[in-house]
């Protein structure tokens, strides 16, 4: 094990990978060799308590003039592959012709002219998606008018054989390396200096979200209760449905420190639990406020190397069974002393994960605001349940194919169920629940549909 652990340490050292990133990786790879499976057994958790929640609705005024202190950072490290994508997620068009990109950068803008603050807004971006990423936000040089960097790339961590725990050495050596997930956030915050660089331009606090999440926006609400109150670490939660019931929730361990618990870490006895969402309420959202001298404090005290609960993500690359070692950031709720959780609205929680997720934001349930938030449609009450067959629309040039002149509309849609190779055009309303079957490619334009329909 010690002679693998130092080929691991060489191939690091030798891709210009910072020391504390090493060693954090050194970490996590004894523990792997050790047995840990990096499993949270229900034994050791229990539900949150009350006290340690607090309640969206509750909350008072915001003040604007802590903007000043704020950074936004979005994570941008993905490439949508489940979708089809082979480039970054985040240009992906969601709403017209504006991507993710557009929609970041324009929320960002209006809202220093509104306000008259100067909001810093940071990528964290991975080697996949970096290039694009800064190419595709030149269109919007007013971003980055400070001394900050637009975006700062994540690490990456090498894959480990699961036979016997040596690094994977294939002749693409893009192959050989994984991202190691959101929790690299703080160790690469720290080890580029750019935590410091933060805090010396006065920059107190960071709201983290995926950029992929268009309901994780800037509420000053938030950022006044953190400031007001001395929190250091705040995760936004929502009450857990049956949608959510394999994401990371909310728990407890036995000492009062709240924690999350993703699906990977919980043992296969215990998921019929896991997945109980009367028992655990609450969903992790993704979007944190950090407080940036409590981070620096801690990443101080333990020399730059946080350790969070380890995932363990077994994959196959190349036809070889790999170890990916990975963290989320989340985790860290555990690692704050004085951490809460914020029970927000699901409008705050808005994710493009599947194409079903995609052609919600296209539609007319969804508007764009004047302040360039994409909203939930005033009359409704909650997105209309979209289930696409995968076999004909599971990736985006499937999707661009079936609904290539008009998006149907969904304003008046409770549920939205297709099976089989069916095409819209233009002028398609549904309303109520519809079911939509077809054994063969057809077309559909002006018509309303309803209730169950056998092409």
Request: charged share 25%.
């Amino acid at each position: 094990m010690q002679d693998h652990l130092l080929k691991f340490q060489d191939r690091m050292r030798k891709a210009g990978l910072p020391v504390n990133v090493v060693d954090t990786f050194s970490e996590y790879y004894r523990l792997l060799a050790a047995g840990a499976t990096g499993k949270i057994s229900s034994i050791e958790i229990s539900p949150p308590s009350q006290e340690k929640l607090q309640y969206y609705d509750t909350l008072g005024q915001g003040n604007g003039k802590l903007l000043e202190k704020l950074v936004v950072i979005k994570l941008n490290g993905g490439l949508g592959t489940s979708m089809g994508l082979t480039r970054v997620k985040s240009l992906l068009p969601v709403k017209g012709d504006l991507n993710f990109l557009d929609i970041i950068a324009k929320q960002i803008l209006h809202l220093k002219h509104k306000t008259g603050n100067h909001i810093h807004l940071l990528f964290m971006d991975s080697y996949n998606t970096q290039e694009d990423t800064l190419t595709y936000l030149e269109k919007y040089p007013d971003l980055n008018d400070s001394e900050l960097p637009l975006d700062f790339l994540q690490n990456k961590y090498p894959r480990i054989r699961q036979t016997d725990l040596s690094p994977l050495d294939l002749t693409d050596d893009h192959q050989n390396w994984n991202p190691p997930g959101h929790g690299d956030l703080y160790t690469v915050l720290y080890s580029s200096g750019l935590l410091d660089k933060l805090l010396e331009c006065g920059i107190r606090y960071a709201f983290v979200a995926n950029a992929d999440n268009l309901g994780a926006v800037v509420d000053t609400r938030i950022l006044t209760w953190m400031a007001g109150n001395e929190i250091p670490f705040i995760m936004e939660v929502c009450d857990r449905t049956a949608m959510d019931k394999k994401g990371g929730h909310l728990a407890e361990d036995r000492f009062g420190r709240l924690l999350l618990r993703e699906i990977a870490q919980c043992p296969e006895n215990e998921l019929e639990q896991f997945q109980d969402t009367r028992f655990y309420s609450y969903f992790n959202t993704n979007n944190l406020w950090i407080d940036l001298e409590a981070l620096r404090h801690i990443m101080q005290q333990e020399n730059g190397v946080l350790l969070l609960p380890l995932i363990i993500n077994p994959k196959i690359v190349e036809n070889e069974k790999v170890f990916q070692l990975e963290t989320a950031m989340g985790a860290a709720i555990h690692t704050f002393e004085g951490s809460m959780a914020l029970v927000v609205p699901r409008s705050r929680f808005s994710p493009v994960k599947k194409t079903n997720d995609l052609l919600a934001l296209w539609s007319d349930a969804f508007e764009l605001t004047e302040d360039f938030q994409v909203c939930l449609d005033s009359e409704l009450s909650k997105v209309p349940n979209i289930q696409l067959d995968e076999n004909f629309f599971g990736h985006l040039q499937q999707m661009r194919e079936r609904f290539d002149s008009d998006i149907p509309s969904l304003r008046e849609c409770t549920s939205f169920k297709v099976q089989g190779d069916v095409h819209f055009g233009k002028n398609i309303v549904c309303k109520g629940n519809v079911e939509i079957f077809s054994p063969h490619t057809v077309f559909l334009e002006n018509r309303v549909l309803e209730g169950s329909i056998h092409l």
